[in-house]
């Protein structure tokens, strides 16, 4: 799953050349509502939103499904201000990364299991 408030063809066109399927929603609300009803493998944060920030978008989606990927995506030129370091530190299954880091994962899991795992 793909959740993007603004603009993401980029990170989208990212997933779709490694041969990934994206479902994408507008914001962490919506993403919250679609995990209770679905099943995805990871969930890809590239913005939330005003309703619900990043944080609370990871712990809310934490709670309902515990082993899924969550990789936030975070301008490669400054530490996104609203992502505490600790919290990706110690919430399993939960990276920050910039697009370039985005994708050497998908390339680095494409070649081995094909199953993308980031902690």
């Known amino acids: 799953m793909l959740v993007c ?6 990170v989208e066109s990212c997933l779709g050349c490694a041969g990934c399927s994206v479902t994408k ?3 962490g609300r919506s993403a919250v ?6 099943i995805f493998d990871t969930a890809v944060l ?3 939103g005003i309703e619900m920030d990043v944080v609370e978008t990871v712990l809310n989606m934490r709670d309902i499904e515990r ?6 995506i975070s301008d490669s030129a ?11 530190t110690s919430i399993p299954y939960t990276a920050v990364l910039s697009l370039h880091g985005l994708e050497a994962l998908l ?3 494409s070649s081995t299991s094909g199953k993308v795992r980031t902690r």
Request: hydrophobic letters at 30%.
């Open 33 to 38: 509502r679609k995990i209770r009803r679905e």
């Open 25 to 27: 929603v507008g914001d």
């Open 78 to 88: 400054r530490e996104s201000p609203d992502i505490p370091r600790e919290m990706t």
């Open 67 to 72: 082993s899924m990927e969550i990789v936030i």
């Open 5 to 10: 408030a603004e603009t993401c063809a980029d």
């Open 46 to 48: 590239v913005s939330t």
């Open 107 to 109: 390339q680095a899991s």
